[in-house]
């Protein structure tokens, strides 16, 4: 008969696949104990360290009584877990030996967080010889994983070492897995595994970025783009911070995905290619804007085009609605030039070939649509225009 112990998420003790913990005020404690001793099994542990965790709340005068009380209770529990004929060394003991206290796990003792190791150790070894074997061990290690190790356990410090280093196992075991499905192009395993790991790990960008990937590469383009706008949603609310930069490229990889392995006419590719709003200017995001001024600047070398760089300081302390600001200056620029949002106070614009008094035309069409848009004072908003490729760069 074996005793199987479940810490990966909700702690358990079943035997025959039944619980056999009885939740009450008096064992809450003594479970807390065990669960100490469960993390440092087989090593050696000093009472002194064991009060500081577990009893540091005690109001005895002699701790050392109360723990060595705890223990003679906890050991009666271990042996009531079990029919009084078997042999509890076993399964598992609380020895006392030169000052230490140690939990020793016998044989027939199944503790989950050790054979999620060995199915990932075996996986590791098989994965060079047998992808197929790897992957299905794989598989089996992070279905052990069903949330954090000792998860209703939540404000321990003892606990916080053992806990991210299971979390961490795991999200490399996952990454593992999915590195060998797309070597494969089981892009459908990917999208499944994703979704099932969202029940543990909602928060984790990487799986996102995967399962995002993975449904593109099967031409789910329209799902992808609901799963990016759900996600970005989600990080920015619970997490209270901003995408990383591999996440938000994640929308110019969807908005731009076109089936590749499908031979293009020219008309298609026009049609792939062409902006649909060519009204106004363009705008941009910061890494489009910088490969664009670096293009003109290298044409403007070589013909009399008159560029310019202009830097739109805005002084404003609220959020305004960036949709509405956009189209405004899109609107109050011409259609050759681009525009992109460098932060929340200035605006980059690039202007293409502009001449004689063109530039006060412009500044002051843009100065006044922003005074009208945002109500802010004169001071408030100021333009520096600088030309693209100066004289004595020409020379």
């Not at 310019?308 to 509405?324: G, K």
């Amino acid at each position: 008969m074996k005793l199987n112990i479940n810490t990966l998420g909700e702690f358990d003790i079943k035997i025959n696949n039944q619980s056999i913990l009885k939740e009450s005020s008096r064992t809450y404690r003594l479970y807390k104990l065990f669960e100490y001793f469960l993390t440092f099994r087989n090593k050696k542990l000093l009472p002194e360290a064991i009060i500081d965790n577990i009893l540091s709340d005690s109001e005895s005068d002699d701790p050392k009584n109360v723990l060595r009380t705890q223990i003679f209770r906890l050991r009666k529990t271990i042996k009531g877990f079990l029919p009084s004929d078997m042999d509890e060394s076993k399964y598992m003991t609380i020895n006392f030996i030169n000052g230490y206290y140690f939990l020793e796990i016998g044989e027939n003792t199944i503790i989950d967080v050790d054979e999620f190791e060995n199915l990932i150790r075996q996986a590791d070894l098989e994965r060079e010889y047998n992808i197929e074997a790897s992957a299905n061990l794989y598989q089996k290690a992070l279905k052990l994983y069903k949330g954090l190790y000792l998860s209703d356990n939540s404000y321990e410090v003892w606990l916080v070492p053992a806990r991210n280093y299971y979390q961490r196992l795991y999200l490399k075991t996952l990454y593992k897995l999915i590195d060998i499905l797309k070597e494969n192009n089981e892009n459908e395993k990917i999208i499944t595994l994703c979704e099932e790991s969202f029940l543990i790990e909602p928060y984790e960008e990487n799986i996102h970025i995967n399962l995002m990937e993975a449904m593109l590469a099967q031409g789910q383009q329209k799902n992808a783009l609901n799963h990016y706008e759900y996600s970005l949603n989600l990080i920015k609310k619970e997490l209270d911070t901003k995408p990383s930069n591999n996440f938000t490229e994640m929308l110019d990889k969807i908005q731009n995905y076109s089936a590749r392995d499908v031979h293009a006419d020219i008309d298609s590719l026009e049609r792939d290619l062409e902006d649909r709003n060519l009204l106004g200017a363009m705008q941009c995001n910061i890494e489009s804007f910088k490969f664009l001024f670096n293009l003109q600047k290298r044409k403007s070398f070589r013909n009399d085009e008159n560029d310019y760089l202009c830097i739109i300081n805005i002084n404003w302390n609220q959020d305004r609605n960036s949709r509405e600001l956009s189209e405004l200056l899109r609107n109050s620029l011409r259609k050759g030039d681009v525009f992109t949002f460098w932060n929340k106070s200035q605006i980059l614009v690039m202007l293409h070939n502009v001449r004689d008094e063109g530039i006060k035309k412009i500044e002051n069409r843009i100065y006044n649509n922003l005074r009208n848009y945002t109500k802010l004072n004169s001071n408030d908003i100021n333009m520096i225009f600088q030309p693209l490729v100066s004289e004595k760069s020409m020379m």
